[in-house]
C-alpha cells in the first residue's frame, strides 16, 4: 500500500544519504548521565549518536542505524563514535578534571570486523583516554549465531581492562547460558522493564530475578529510562547499581554536560 511504498522509499534515500552523512559532518554525540543509584553521583555517560540530515532534519538512531547496519556504513559510522567519544572523555579528564567512564554503544557488525579489539587499542593510544575510561556497550545478537567470533573479541577488549556491558537484556533471547559462557562485567536492564514495573506484576518479577541472577553471577547492574521518583525507588530496593534516564538527565550536549556537571558540584558545595 501507499504508506508501505513511502517508507521502503525513504530508507532507500536514507541509504543513498547517510553514506554522505559522515563525510558531510552531520553527525553528533549526546551523553546521558549514568549515575550510582545510592547517592545519585555522576560516575559516566553513555554516547549516543544524532542523525541531523539536511533533507529529514533530526533522525532517531532507532530509524538510522538499523539502515546504516544494512549498508556497512555502521563500520566507518562506529569507528567515527568511538574515536569522538574518546577524544572528548581525554579532554575532559586534562581540562576539566572530570573523571567520567564514556560508554560506547558497538554493533554487532562493528564487533565482527577483523581486528576489532586491536583498532580500539589504538584508539585509546591515539587519544590518550585510559582505559577505565571506556565501557562499551554490545547486545545479544552479537552472540546469538555466531559465538565462536564474537567471544575471543570481547575476551580479549576485557583482557585490555574495558568494561563490557549488555545492553537491552532481556528484549531478546538471553539466557542464562549465555550469561555464564560471556566474558562480560555488567547488564543494562531494558527500559520496557522499568517502564512496566508499576503496572505489570511480571515486569517486575522479572526484573527482580534479573537483578538477583546478575548479582550472583558477580555482575553489576545498570537500568535504563527511569522517569519517576517510583521507579528509582523500586530499583534501590530491588538492588540495582546504576541508573540512568530522564528523571536525573536527558542525553546532553559535550557543552551541555559540563554546565550540568558544575551546577551539580555547585549545589553539592
Ligand atoms: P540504547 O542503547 O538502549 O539507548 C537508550 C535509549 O533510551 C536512548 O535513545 C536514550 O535517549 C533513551 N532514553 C534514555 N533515558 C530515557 C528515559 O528515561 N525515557 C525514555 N523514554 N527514553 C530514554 P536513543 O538515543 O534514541 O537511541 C536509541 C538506540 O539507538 C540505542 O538504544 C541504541 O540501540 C542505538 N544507538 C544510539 N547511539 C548509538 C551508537 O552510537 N552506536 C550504535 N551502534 N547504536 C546506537
Ligand atoms: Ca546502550
Ligand atoms: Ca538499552
Keep these: 500500500d501507499a504508506a508501505m511504498h513511502e517508507q521502503a522509499t525513504r530508507r532507500m534515500e536514507m541509504e543513498g544519504a547517510l553514506v554522505d552523512a559522515l563525510q558531510r559532518g552531520e553527525f553528533s554525540l549526546v551523553f546521558q548521565p549514568v549515575l550510582e543509584l545510592e547517592d545519585e553521583r555522576c560516575v559516566g ?73 586491536a583498532r580500539v587499542a589504538a584508539v585509546l593510544e591515539e587519544t590518550g583516554l585510559p582505559t577505565e575510561g571506556l565501557q562499551l556497550e554490545v547486545t545479544e545478537s552479537a552472540f546469538i549465531d555466531d559465538m565462536d567470533t564474537a567471544l575471543p573479541v570481547l575476551q580479549s ?77 523500586e530499583l534501590r530496593r530491588l538492588g540495582c547499581d546504576l541508573v540512568q534516564g530522564y528523571l536525573y538527565s536527558r542525553p546532553l550536549s559535550e557543552k551541555d554536560l559540563l554546565a550540568w556537571l558544575t551546577q551539580r558540584a555547585v549545589k553539592a558545595a
Excluded at 73 to 102: K, Q
Aim: charged share 20%; net charge negative.
Design 45 to 117: 555517560v553513555e554516547c549516543l549518536v544524532r542523525w541531523n540530515s539536511p533533507v529529514w532534519g533530526r533522525v532517531s538512531p532507532v530509524e538510522f542505524i538499523p539502515v546504516a547496519e544494512a549498508t556497512g556504513l555502521i563500520v566507518p559510522l562506529g569507528h567515527w563514535i568511538l574515536r569522538t567519544a574518546c577524544t572528548m572523555a581525554a579532554t575532559w579528564r586534562e581540562e576539566h578534571d572530570v573523571d567520567l567512564h564514556v560508554a560506547v554503544n558497538v554493533s554487532t557488525l562493528q564487533l565482527r570486523q577483523d581486528g576489532f579489539a
Design 157 to 233: 577488549l576485557r583482557d585490555m581492562g574495558i568494561i563490557m556491558l549488555l545492553d537491552d537484556f532481556g528484549t531478546g533471547y538471553s539466557s542464562l547460558a549465555y550469561l555464564l559462557e560471556l566474558p562480560l562485567d555488567c547488564l543494562k536492564i531494558d527500559r520496557a522493564f522499568v517502564r512496566d514495573m508499576h503496572t505489570d506484576h511480571k515486569s517486575l518479577a522479572l526484573t527482580r530475578s534479573i537483578v538477583a541472577m546478575a548479582r550472583s553471577l558477580g555482575l553489576s547492574i545498570v537500568a535504563e529510562g527511569i522517569e519517576t521518583v517510583e521507579q528509582g525507588a
